[in-house]
Nanobody, 120 residues
Framework: QVQLVESGGGLVQPGGSLRLSCAAS????????MGWYRQAPGKERELVAA???????NYADSVKGRFTISRDNAKNTVYLQMNSLKPEDTAVYYC??????????????WGKGTLVIVSS
């Protein structure tokens, strides 16, 4: 089984910064794409940023220029550096990864989420 554990969420002032981390563990052969999603109260879950195994990235328009996604393949970890945070960034942030195991080429896993609150 594979587990994803997020960390780094919390309360931050508008204009501030946070860095989220997500570490994957278990019987992992490799990880293809990894990403961050978020879900605000009363809203649908949306893609924030994604990064492929080769390093190419995609960002939601709402965070482009403010957030940076990166990964450390040796640690099976993905990061989300969030700068210039706005109140509308408030949400539960979820880590996602497509994981290759001995049984499956690619299986999507989710973390349990970490809460980010941007408020003065």
């Amino acid at each position: 089984q594979v587990q994803l554990v997020e960390s780094g969420g919390g309360l931050v002032q508008p204009g501030g910064s946070l860095r989220l981390s997500c570490a994957a563990s278990g019987s992992i052969s490799s990880i293809n794409a990894m990403g961050w999603y978020r879900q605000a109260p009363g809203k649908e879950r949306e893609l924030v940023a994604a990064i492929a195994s080769g390093g190419s990235t995609n960002y939601a328009d709402s965070v482009k220029g403010r957030f940076t996604i990166s990964r450390d393949n040796a640690k099976n970890t993905v990061y989300l550096q969030m700068n210039s945070l706005k109140p509308e960034d408030t949400a539960v942030y979820y880590c996602n990864a497509e994981v290759v195991t001995t049984q499956y080429y690619g299986m999507t896993y989710w973390g349990k989420g970490t809460l980010v609150i941007v408020s003065s």
